[in-house]
C-alpha cells in the first residue's frame, strides 16, 4: 500500500509542478515515447532474464505491495519449532520420523498453515532436522552446510531486485534513444512551421523525461523496496536456523527458540515474556 502511495506523491508532485510553472498536460501525452521507453524496457528484462526469474520477479512485486512479516509470523514460526521441540525432548528424535516425512499429515504442523505453504521453508527445515536425527553431523559441520544452503537461496531470491535495477539504471539511456528517434523526426520536418517544428521537439524531450523519472521515481525504489521486503522474510529462515542449532546442540525447548527469537529485527521480534507466555499456552494444550 505504501508503494502506491510513493508513486501517487511522485506523480502528482512533477506533474503538480509542470502545471504549476505554467505547462499543459497534454504536451507530455506522448504515445509513442510511452511505446518506445516502455518496449524496450520490458523486451530487455525478457532478454535478460530466465524465466523462472521472471516469474519469481512477479511475485515479488506482489508480496513488496502487500504486508511484510510482523510480530505475530514470527510468534507463531517460534511456537510452532518450540511444541516440535517438545515432542523430542519427550519421546526422542524417533519420534519427529512421521511429522517430518508427512508435514501435511502432522497434527503439530497442521496448525500453521502458513509454514506448510512455503515451500522453500518447510524443505529447509525438513532436510535439516534429517541431518539431526541421523546424529553424525557435528554442529560446526551442520551450521556450515546451513549458511552455504541459506547463501544460494538469498542469492537465487535477490537476483529480481538486482535485475530490476540494472533496467532502471538503463531508462535514461532508452529515454535519449527515444528523444534521438524523436530529433530524426523533427530533422525531416525542418522546413516545416515553427510551430510544428517546436512541437515535435518537445515531444522528443518528453522521452528523456520519462526515462529519467522511470528511473528514478519508480523502478530503483520498486527495486530497493524489493530488496527490503526479501530481507525482512530472510528472517525466517536465520530464525529457523538459530533454534535449530540450538536444538541440535542439547539446549532446551524454550532455550533454543530463544535463540531464534534474538534474530528477529527489534521493530518485529516478540518479547521475551511474550514468547514465554505463549510457549507456556501451547504445552498446556498439548
Given amino acids: 500500500m505504501l508503494i502506491i502511495i510513493g508513486f501517487v506523491v511522485v506523480f502528482i508532485s512533477v506533474l503538480g509542478g509542470f ?10 501525452f506522448q504515445p509513442a515515447e510511452f ?7 520490458i523486451g530487455s528484462i525478457v532478454v535478460a532474464l530466465p524465466f523462472k526469474t521472471l516469474q519469481l520477479m512477479v511475485t515479488q512485486i506482489k508480496s513488496a505491495m502487500g504486508n511484510p512479516p510482523n510480530k505475530d509470523f514470527f510468534m507463531r514460526i517460534l511456537v510452532m519449532l518450540y511444541e516440535v521441540f517438545q515432542i523430542a525432548r519427550k519421546d526422542g528424535l524417533v519420534a519427529l520420523e ?8 502432522s497434527p503439530v504442523l497442521k496448525k500453521y498453515p502458513e509454514f506448510l505453504q512455503n515451500h522453500h521453508l518447510l524443505d ?18 551442520l551450521e556450515s552446510l546451513i549458511d552455504t544452503d541459506l547463501d544460494i537461496h538469498h542469492q537465487e531470491t535477490n537476483r529480481p531486485a538486482a535485475a530490476l535495477s540494472k533496467v532502471g539504471d538503463s531508462l535514461p539511456g532508452l529515454g535519449i534513444v527515444a528523444a534521438v528517434l524523436g530529433v530524426v523526426i523533427t530533422m525531416g520536418a525542418i522546413g516545416g512551421p515553427p510551430e510544428e517544428i517546436g512541437h515535435k521537439v518537445g515531444a522528443a524531450l518528453v522521452g528523456t523525461f520519462l526515462g529519467i523519472l522511470l528511473c528514478y521515481g519508480f523502478v530503483q525504489p520498486l527495486a530497493s523496496n524489493i530488496e527490503n521486503v526479501n530481507a525482512q522474510w530472510a528472517q525466517q529462515y536465520t530464525v529457523v536456523k538459530h533454534a535449530l542449532m540450538g536444538f541440535h546442540k542439547g539446549m532446551a ?3 533454543a527458540v530463544e535463540l531464534g527469537r534474538r534474530s528477529i529485527s527489534a521493530g518485529i521480534r516478540p518479547g521475551f515474556i511474550e514468547l514465554e507466555e505463549a510457549c507456556r499456552q501451547s504445552r498446556e494444550k498439548g
Avoid at 511505446?35 to 524496457?41: C, P, S, T, V
Avoid at 512421521?98 to 499429515?105: D, F, L, Y
Fill in 98 to 105: 512421521s511429522h517430518i516425512e508427512n508435514p501435511g499429515e
Fill in 35 to 41: 511505446l518506445i521507453i516502455g518496449g524496450a524496457m
Fill in 19 to 28: 502545471v504549476m510553472e505554467g505547462g499543459q498536460l497534454l504536451v507530455l
Fill in 124 to 141: 529447509f527445515f525438513a532436510d535439516t532436522m534429517r541431518l539431526i536425527q541421523s546424529g553424525v553431523v557435528p554442529a560446526h559441520d
Fill in 253 to 255: 525447548p524454550s532455550i
